[in-house]
């Protein structure tokens, strides 16, 4: 940085006088000289906002995608919050309905032992009918054997009691049948009985009644786990409500930084045009002359083609800007695209060989609309973003900052410093000089010339 006190002109003298010495010979050189050093550190203090904007630019960029991130996780928060309470309520009719499920299996239970008493009764029944057959055969047998000895006359009384005699015994028989069978089903009843009713007294519970209970624990620990996450993500909404809260004062906190920014790079571009405009040669006055002479070039071309019916006016100045399909970022057509990939890189080639600096000269319209640019960033999109926003920067509309104040200017010429996006995060700080294209009476747009430090 540097101070530089401006002393009056009669003060100038009268502090000669003093010395009585005549004032330096070489003063409008030394004046020269001070301007140029004020023009190099305007030039320096130019660069440096335009880093700090830029940089601030990235950061309010930044975080405004990280608001709009959390702006956006907010309702599903809430939404899976509402659904651990819609998982916690169902939880909750499902324990109810495992209770209910116990009561019915241990009323079905109760019903089984009930059962097993019916058949208790019937294996009891059993029981006498085969002590009646018994006793039935045992009666059949004597009489069998009385009839054997009444001879001839006891024959057909023999006959039937040896018929009743064998009836017995299948009676006998059949009954021992249902009692074994009883015996067997009573017995698994008593377990199935056993497994699924709530005994008070038993050590254990059945292993149905366990897995009930495994069940309901189950599902109890499912609505301990609802509870707790809706806790944890109602903490999480209210965290987040505050990060809100405090990106969006941080966007607004960036937002005058960007402001106080652009003032003090106004400031120093502004400084820099005053001291072009004294008439001192700076390291910028090449570049200045050189595109205040292309958009004159530029705009006779153009005020020649209107001339020759080459084009209308209407279509020259067409501001129906039609979308290209399929590209990203996104470029456009209009009337006047033939007629400037003819003329216009002729003028805009030749002014990339003024100096190594220079990176693009281009004629813009006055929406900043490039028709076409230097041939090497001209090229068709590849489908790669990175890609294409570095190198196919032809048929697109730049109306950013810079580019709309260089498109709309209209005074002989306008200087600009602004840090640039090369593409794949590589960024150049650089200057620019914008010029004015009219064209039959009317602002048409203006030539950029843009050049490194």
Not at 23 to 30: F, L, N, R, V, W
Not at 293 to 319: G, H, K, P, V, Y
Request: hydrophobic share 40%; charged share 25%; aromatic share 6%.
């Amino acid at each position: 940085m540097f101070s530089l006190k401006i002393v009056p002109k009669v003060a100038r003298e009268s502090w000669f006088d003093s010395l009585g010495e005549a004032a330096p010979a070489d003063e409008p050189g030394a004046l020269q000289g001070a301007v140029r050093s004020i023009a190099q550190q305007a030039s320096k203090i130019g660069r440096e906002a335009a880093e700090v904007r830029g940089m601030i630019d990235d950061t309010t960029k930044a975080s405004e995608r990280s608001a709009q991130a959390v702006a956006s996780l907010a309702p599903q928060v809430r939404e899976i919050n509402g659904a651990q309470g819609s998982i916690g309520a169902a939880s909750s009719a499902g324990l109810g309905a495992v209770q209910r499920v116990r009561t019915a299996v241990d009323d079905v239970g109760r019903e089984v032992g009930e059962v097993v008493t019916t058949l208790q009764d019937v294996a009891k029944a059993a029981a006498s009918i085969t002590q009646i057959a018994l006793q039935t055969r045992l009666v059949a047998f004597n009489a069998s054997v009385e009839a054997k000895r009444a001879g001839e006359a006891g024959r057909g009384f023999g006959v039937v009691a040896d018929a009743v005699k064998d009836l017995a015994g299948k009676v006998e028989q059949s009954s021992k049948d249902i009692m074994h069978t009883i015996d067997r089903l009573d017995q698994r009843i008593a377990r199935l009985s056993r497994e699924i009713r709530i005994d008070p007294q038993a050590s254990t519970p059945g292993a149905f009644q366990l897995a009930l209970g495994d069940v309901q624990d189950a599902v109890a620990s499912i609505i301990g786990a609802a509870e707790q996450s809706r806790a944890i993500c109602a903490g999480l909404d209210a965290q987040m409500a505050g990060i809100g809260a405090e990106m969006n004062q941080t966007g607004r906190s960036l937002g005058g930084a960007m402001k106080r920014s652009e003032a003090f790079l106004d400031v120093s571009e502004h400084l820099i045009e005053l001291v072009a405009e004294c008439g001192v040669e700076t390291e910028d006055t090449p570049f200045i002359e050189s595109a205040i002479t292309a958009a004159n070039e530029i705009a006779a071309m153009l005020q020649d083609a209107l001339a020759s019916r080459s084009i209308s006016r209407e279509q020259l100045f067409d501001e129906g800007y039609r979308p290209i399909a399929g590209t990203n970022p996104a470029q456009h057509t209009t009337a006047f695209v033939a007629l400037a990939d003819q003329m216009f890189p002729s003028v805009q080639e030749r002014m990339l060989e003024l100096s190594p600096k220079v990176v693009f000269c281009i004629a813009v319209d006055r929406n900043g609309y490039v028709a076409t640019h230097n041939r090497k960033y001209n090229h068709p999109q590849r489908g790669d973003l990175t890609w294409d926003s570095a190198n196919s920067r032809y048929r697109r509309i730049f109306n950013d900052r810079t580019g709309l104040a260089s498109a709309r200017n209209r005074r002989p010429f306008l200087l600009q410093t602004y840090r640039r996006d090369m593409g794949g995060g590589n960024f150049v700080v650089m200057k620019e000089v914008a010029a004015p294209i009219t064209v039959d009476g009317a602002h048409w747009g203006g030539l950029r010339l843009a050049f490194k430090f």
